[in-house]
């Protein structure tokens, strides 16, 4: 197989035998035009046709806590705009779902009437059985200490282009640098209206960095608020604190979301917090047990993805492409 990676900057580093393409060029439409099979986590754009014999996968780019495609009516300000992105949806021959959560809003949130892949998300098998020196060689590619533990903070976006730090930095840095370091990863949707105020020391900034997944493996404890790294990072079975200062506003018109999808109390992977103090004393205390999931969280990890394991990528390879 030739494999074709389309992406804004085509001197991406990607491993293995690919070739790479700049999105929107003339090869990149050349291989749009002539490839065999589409894989995206998103959608393809709307100038796309799709040729007869085409086949297309959405592997889904993240398990939605927020609301999401026509749930989020505000994304459509008309009919024509709520039609269009149903047609993108509907090129759509595979959905991939990592659990009976996703698959109940295929045909609610996108319209999808084609087959559900059970197979899981293929993104989630390096978390499933991590590898120490992988672990290590991560850290080192980086310039991170290799004799603290580490914290990722990985919020969601707001308002495109701007962000305002929920957290007290400075405070964080008081109770935290000795033991731990502070990995802050932005969502790319508002990583550019904010600079973060790296110091090389308790403060890294690594919003830019390609592979999140890399992020999730050195990674001992994450905070994040509403995003949903949550779902992928709980694979590793480690400490999550979601901290929501501003969930009233958060959950109002303004962003367009509503609450429905996921209760963080009931359904969630680790604790809720809604001040600093009390999202840096529940991190000193996961960090005093060892940095483990507590045993509720992991029984409800197990029930929310029965379909994920290491194993997702070869799943879908086989029902796909090998048998076809």
């Known amino acids: 197989y030739e494999c074709i990676w389309s992406l804004m900057d085509a001197r991406t580093p990607?491993?293995?035998?690919?070739?790479?393409?700049?999105?929107?060029?003339?090869?990149?439409?050349?291989?749009?035009?002539?490839s065999k099979y589409f894989v995206?986590?998103?959608n393809f754009e709307t100038a796309y046709v799709k040729r007869d014999g085409q086949i297309e996968i959405q592997t889904m780019h993240g398990t939605p806590l927020k609301t999401l495609g026509l749930d989020v009516v505000a994304d459509f300000p008309s009919e024509a705009s709520r039609q269009q992105y149903i047609e993108k949806n509907h090129r759509w021959n595979y959905l991939i779902?990592?659990?009976k959560f996703m698959e109940d809003k295929a045909v609610q949130c996108f319209d999808f009437h084609k087959e559900i892949l059970k197979t899981g998300y293929p993104r989630t098998d390096v978390l499933c059985h991590p590898d120490l020196d992988r672990v290590a060689a991560i850290k080192q590619t980086l310039g991170l200490p290799q004799d603290k533990k580490v914290i990722l903070y990985a919020p969601t976006w707001r308002v495109r282009n701007r962000f305002e730090m929920q957290m007290d930095l400075e405070k964080m840095r008081e109770r935290l640098s000795d033991e731990y370091i502070l990995l802050i990863r932005l969502h790319h949707f508002c990583a550019a209206g904010y600079d973060v105020p790296?110091?090389?020391?308790?403060?890294?900034?690594?919003?830019?960095?390609?592979?999140?997944?890399?992020?999730?493996?050195?990674s001992d404890l994450l905070i994040t608020d509403y995003s949903s790294v949550a779902f992928d990072f709980a694979y590793l079975r480690k400490p999550i604190v979601y901290s929501q200062f501003d969930r009233d506003s958060f959950f109002s018109g303004a962003h367009s979301y509503a609450e429905g999808y996921f209760d963080y109390e009931r359904d969630g992977f680790g604790e809720v917090e809604h001040t600093l103090d009390g999202t840096v004393d529940r991190i000193i205390e996961y960090m005093a047990d060892g940095c483990q999931m507590k045993e509720e969280y992991r029984k409800r990890m197990d029930e929310t993805f029965a379909f994920n394991d290491r194993n997702c990528s070869k799943r879908v390879y086989e029902r796909i492409i090998e048998n076809r």
């Open 97 to 99: 779902v990592q659990g």
């Open 198 to 218: 790296a110091d090389g020391q308790f403060i890294f900034d690594l919003s830019a960095y390609n592979c999140v997944e890399d992020l999730y493996l050195i």
């Open 14 to 34: 990607v491993p293995g035998h690919a070739k790479r393409v700049r999105r929107g060029s003339l090869e990149y439409y050349y291989y749009l035009a002539t």
């Open 40 to 42: 995206n986590n998103v």
